[in-house]
């Protein structure tokens, strides 16, 4: 069953997995009070910080990759329409059928045409973060097909009737004890006997995985990179269940955001560095797969003989419109942002209910989906983030994400104004601090002001509640206390001193 306070995994037909049912502020509170959620959050990102860390630390010109890695991005996003046309020559000329899906709805029935064209009604995949985009499970098993996730951290969000909450790690709010408990009730033929080992459960789900391997027909994949020049599609992953995926079925599905290109292979041999130290903490990916159209060696079928590759927009073409929304575009779904959050590491990913969580989340979601300057979940994630900048220093391609999330602070608030003509509380709050701020004799008059307030502070905290909206801000904040004098003032009384000394 799902986690409490979550209530399992639904998708927009729209947009997918994009946006949740609560806002942010809402769903964090939930999050905050599951103490053995904080416990596993804690211990696995500092566990992975620490890895990233010390491989990072061994390359000397790391700054020059990551430099590197925001330049080819930048130029790809420049040309990304042509860059789109020659993957689909070069993907058809060997071989594959392009289709382009606008949003969600339109990829999840291209996929499920495709599969019922073969006559299956099994499916295997590997992990995805397309798919979980645009909810393509749920489609697929209402059209009377399943599909099995081969990712070991997948198949226990699958397991569990839950939904990833790490871009990398998707099931790391689950502990060991939980993950033997969802085998027990969910894996067919499982041990009893099995123990909360790792490596009892990965052998467990080896087991039940191979069974399923060996007589699927049809294979779902996403794509971590394509390569414009060739028509090549890259995965890479850690456990060899993405191998056996993309050689083993009779026909391969590929759903790929557009915005994975890389032009040529040198530029794929820069993000082949950065991906790995970013994402698991490894010098090298432990398996990178690369497939480029169909094979077959002396007449013999190599691998998959049919191969289909959809391209997602499902919002993407709406980001690239903006200058410096665009950039986050840029992600390559390492993951480092969210192992460095200091909101993530206590809330979860679960709390901003779309399928991309942490900073990166807080800025791609309501991209994709569009701020409307109401109460809609995603409006609420640009405001998800402390602004302390860990997200920046560690991003391999040098997202600026601190600075989309101002932007879409300032979009959202635009947009409310435009919706409504009654400005909201924080709005007049807002206006009369700048109107305080704007003469330098009210400002002083206010700084003077404010040390009437003392006696109501002690200790950080305000000694009689305050009535709302103020409630809201002194609930989750300490408040200092105003010091004896205002920086005026003590200014005034350093020039006096000064000039007492100069005469002296």
């Known amino acids: 069953m799902p986690r409490a306070g979550h209530p399992g995994p639904t998708a927009d037909t729209a947009v997918g997995h994009l946006q949740g049912e609560r806002d942010f502020p809402t769903a964090a509170r939930d999050a905050l009070s599951d103490s053995q959620l904080r416990r596993n959050l804690g211990h696995a990102t500092a566990t992975i910080r620490a890895k990233r860390a010390s491989v990072v630390g061994e390359v000397p010109d790391w700054e020059a990759l990551r430099d590197a890695g925001s330049a080819i991005k930048t130029d790809t996003m420049a040309r990304l329409p042509e860059l789109l046309e020659q993957l689909e020559t070069e993907v058809t000329a060997r071989g594959g059928v392009v289709h382009w899906a606008r949003d969600a709805a339109e990829a999840n029935a291209i996929v499920t045409r495709l599969v019922k064209q073969t006559g299956e009604t099994e499916v295997v995949k590997v992990k995805s973060m397309a798919t979980q985009e645009i909810g393509l499970n749920e489609a697929l098993e209402d059209a009377g097909i399943t599909a099995y996730e081969t990712d070991l951290a997948e198949l226990i969000v699958q397991l569990g009737h839950d939904a990833p909450s790490h871009i990398l790690v998707p099931a790391i709010h689950r502990g060991r004890s939980e993950i033997r408990e969802i085998f027990l009730r969910e894996m067919p033929n499982v041990d009893p006997a099995i123990t909360d080992d790792p490596r009892a459960l990965a052998e467990a789900a080896r087991g039940y995985l191979r069974r399923r391997f060996l007589r699927a027909k049809v294979a779902i994949s996403g794509a971590n990179f394509a390569v414009a020049d060739t028509g090549t599609l890259v995965v890479l992953e850690s456990e060899g269940n993405g191998r056996m995926c993309l050689t083993l ?256």
């Open 249 to 504: 079925p009779e026909t391969l599905i590929t759903v790929m955001g557009i915005e994975k290109l890389v032009p040529t292979w040198r530029d794929l041999e820069v993000f082949l560095q950065l991906l790995p130290r970013s994402s698991t903490g490894e010098r090298m990916n432990p398996y990178t797969s690369a497939w480029t159209g169909v094979h077959s060696t002396e007449g013999v079928p190599d691998g998959p003989q049919t191969f289909h590759l959809v391209l997602l927009d499902n919002g993407r073409t709406a980001a690239l419109a903006d200058e410096l929304g665009r950039t986050a575009l840029h992600c390559i779904r390492c993951s480092a942002c969210l192992n460095v959050c200091p909101v993530y590491e206590r809330t979860g990913g679960h709390a901003y209910g779309s399928v991309y969580p942490g900073p990166i989340g807080a800025v791609l979601s309501p991209q994709l989906t569009g701020i409307t300057g109401g109460d809609e979940p995603n409006d609420s994630l640009p405001f998800a983030s402390s602004l302390c900048g860990a997200c920046y220093q560690v991003c391999p391609v040098k997202i600026d994400i601190p600075s989309i999330l101002v932007q879409l602070r300032a979009e959202h608030v635009e947009a409310r104004k435009a919706r409504s003509k009654v400005p909201t509380a924080e709005a007049v709050a807002m206006a009369a601090a700048a109107w305080t701020m704007g003469d330098e004799g009210r400002f002083a008059k206010a700084g003077r002001a404010a040390r009437m307030g003392s006696p109501m502070i002690r200790r950080g905290r305000v000694r009689v509640p305050l009535p709302p909206p103020l409630s809201g801000w002194t609930a989750s904040r300490d408040v200092p206390s105003p010091p004896p004098e205002t920086f005026r003032e003590w200014w005034a009384h350093r020039d006096q001193s000064d000039a007492s000394e100069a005469r002296a």
